[in-house]
C-alpha cells in the first residue's frame, strides 16, 4: 500500500481519540430506549393492575390469573370471594384477579 500513502507518513499519523461527548449521548440515548421499550410500558400495566385490584366490587364477573370465572360474592382487603358455580365458593387473594368481564359474558361462557 506504499503506492497512495509513503511508510513515513502512516507510521508518524497519530491514532484518532473517540469523543467523549459522542460517547456521553450514545449512552444517554440507550438509556432513553430502554426506558420507553422495557420499563416504561412495565410500569404502565403494573398501574392499570393496581386500579383494577382497588376497584373491585360484589358482583363483579372475573377471571383470575389462573383462568378460573367467577363471580365475586365477597371482597374484603385481602381476599375476594368468587362464586365459580352454583354454591361452589372459593377465596382468592385481590392480586390473583387477571381482568373484570363484562356484566352477563359469565353466563355466556358457562352456556359453551
Not at 385490584?53 to 371482597?75: C, H, M, P, R, Y
Request: proline share 4%; hydrophobic share 45%; glycine share 8%.
Amino acid at each position: 500500500m506504499s503506492f497512495f500513502i509513503s511508510d513515513a507518513a502512516a507510521a508518524a499519523a497519530p491514532a484518532q481519540q473517540a469523543d467523549p461527548m459522542t460517547s456521553l449521548i450514545f449512552f444517554g440515548g440507550m438509556i432513553l430506549i430502554f426506558y420507553f421499550i422495557l420499563i416504561r410500558p412495565q410500569s404502565k400495566r403494573a398501574k392499570e393492575h393496581r386500579e383494577l385490584v382497588a376497584g373491585l366490587s360484589k358482583g363483579d364477573e372475573v377471571v383470575t390469573n389462573g383462568g378460573l370465572l367467577g363471580k365475586i360474592t365477597g371482597v374484603s382487603e385481602q381476599f375476594v370471594t368468587l362464586e365459580v358455580a352454583d354454591n361452589i365458593e372459593v377465596k382468592i387473594q385481590r392480586q390473583a384477579v387477571g381482568t373484570v368481564l363484562p356484566k352477563g359474558s359469565l353466563k355466556a361462557a358457562l352456556k359453551d
